[in-house]
């Protein structure tokens, strides 16, 4: 079965610095892999996205991962944090096991962002 | 376009009471997904439907049923809510297989007292 682990349902990070964020997948097949924002109050939209070429991808607002697959991660960074970056983050990952219909979501990353 | 539409936006119901989230996509995509997001538990698909004429169940489907009325609406029944399925419910579509990304609504908060 295909999962994702997102590890410290909190992430606290100062205005200004580097925002890190963790995922890492189980997947028996070669997988898709999301991340996905959430807005207070709001429905999810996609950060950014590997499926296949490139292991680096960049996405909105700043945030740019690599797909390491010898580590089954891809996690995102922003080299300087804004406020407007509070939100919170989910990572998930999609493959041919499913018939590539499904997604399985992590639990969740809430980012606080510290003036 | 307006993407992915959800009604209504909240709703409270007694328990035993039902109800049906309607969910409306303008995108032409095949595929279409019911989740329901909890505190700390991330997002649990329901149900999903792959393409019109179809329709599968996914990690929680139990209380829940659906129909994909046409390649544009997919509905989410409680046919007797009950206070375990007070949740924000959100509906998604995705154009097709593979790196496809999901597109969201803006959810619907259910509370069942």
């Known amino acids: 079965a295909q999962s994702v682990t997102q590890l410290g349902s909190h992430v606290s990070v100062s205005e200004g610095a580097l925002v890190l964020l963790r995922c890492n997948y189980s997947?028996?097949?070669?997988?898709?892999l999301f991340w996905y924002v959430q807005y207070p109050n709001q429905g999810l939209q996609l950060l950014l996205k590997?499926?296949?070429?490139?292991?680096l991808v960049k996405g909105i607002n700043g945030f740019e991962a690599e797909f390491k697959k010898s580590e089954t991660s891809f996690h995102p960074t922003k080299p300087s944090a804004h406020m407007s970056d509070a939100a919170e983050y989910f990572c998930?990952?999609?493959?041919?096991?499913?018939?590539?219909?499904?997604?399985?979501f992590g639990k969740g990353n809430q980012v606080v962002v510290i003036p | 376009n307006a993407g992915v539409t959800q009604t209504p936006k909240f709703q409270v119901l007694k328990t035993g009471q039902s109800m049906t989230l309607q969910c409306a996509q303008d995108?032409?995509?095949?595929?279409m997904y019911w989740y329901r997001q909890d505190p700390g538990m991330g997002l649990r698909l329901i149900y999903y439907?792959?393409?019109?004429?179809?329709?599968d169940k996914g990690e929680v489907p139990n209380g829940y049923n659906v129909s994909r009325l046409n390649k544009r609406e997919f509905s989410l029944r409680l046919e007797s809510a009950a206070p375990s399925q007070t949740s924000v419910y959100f509906c998604?579509?995705?154009?097709?297989?593979?790196?496809?990304?999901?597109?969201f609504g803006p959810g619907t908060r259910l509370t069942v007292t």
């Open positions: 590997y499926t296949t070429g490139a292991t």
């Open positions: 998604a579509s995705r154009m097709g297989q593979g790196g496809y990304e999901q597109y």
């Open positions: 439907s792959a393409s019109e004429g179809t329709t």
């Open positions: 995108m032409n995509h095949n595929s």
């Open positions: 998930a990952v999609s493959s041919s096991y499913y018939g590539n219909n499904r997604l399985a």
């Open positions: 997947s028996s097949v070669p997988p898709y």
